[in-house]
T-cell receptor, first 114, second 115 residues
């Protein structure tokens, strides 16, 4: 069984400040990990994914995430927040056992203030 | 390239009516997923198909819900009869291949309101 925990349902940062959104996972098999972003009235868009190889993954819009097996974490970061980053962010996990079924976290709403 | 297309974008109907949501996946994708999103329950997987065949429908809440995929380019999610608690945003997503490292591509959703 797999699960994802996103700490903090709401995060607020100032424009230009560091963005850190936390995600911890539980998986009985080596995981594949994803971050998605959802803008208002839109579907989810893939930000980045970790499958194998390099543990620091770079995605779109300046976001990156680091897979830390020892901490079972996959936190999302961006060095400098922009107003356009305001959205809801979802972490998701799938197993290597085949099939594309994703287990999503409950989401973190990011607010960016001037 | 065209993404996942869902219709209608908004649907308002009265309790007891039949509701049909439609989805056109990305051409060539062989997996299709239906999700429901609410404030209370977040994002829930309802059912998914592989090569038009339902693989896992354990998330379908009740017999009032049914989903079909008659061909590789079209799927429907039907609610009959509809109830106010079915109000939610319903998303369709598609992906390519059976490996778990392939991302899902989402449509913009159908916002359903049952009065």
């Amino acid at each position: 069984a797999q699960s994802v925990t996103q700490l903090g349902s709401h995060v607020s940062v100032s424009e230009g400040a560091l963005v850190l959104l936390r995600c911890n996972y539980s998986s009985s098999v080596p995981p594949y990990l994803f971050w998605y972003v959802q803008y208002p009235n839109q579907g989810l868009q893939l930000l980045l994914k970790y499958t194998t190889g390099a543990t620091l993954v770079k995605g779109i819009n300046g976001f990156e995430a680091e897979f830390k097996k020892s901490e079972t974490s996959f936190h999302l970061t961006k060095p400098s927040a922009h107003m356009s980053d305001a959205a809801e962010y979802f972490c998701a996990v799938s197993g290597t056992g085949g099939g594309n079924k994703l287990t999503f976290g409950t989401g973190t709403q990011l607010k960016v203030e001037l | 390239d065209a993404g996942v297309i869902q219709s209608p974008r908004h649907e308002v109907t009265e309790m007891g009516q039949e509701v049909t949501l439609r989805c056109k996946p990305i051409s060539g994708h062989d997996y299709l997923f239906w999700y429901r999103q609410t404030m209370m329950r977040g994002l829930e997987l309802l059912i998914y198909f592989n090569n038009n065949v339902p693989i896992d429908d354990s998330g379908m809440p009740e017999d009032r819900f049914s989903a079909k995929m008659p061909n590789a380019s079209f799927s429907t999610l039907k609610i009959q009869p509809s109830e106010p608690r079915d109000s939610a945003v319903y998303f369709c997503a598609s992906s390519l291949g059976g490996l778990s490292n392939q991302p899902q591509h989402f449509g913009d959703g159908t916002r359903l309101s049952i009065l």
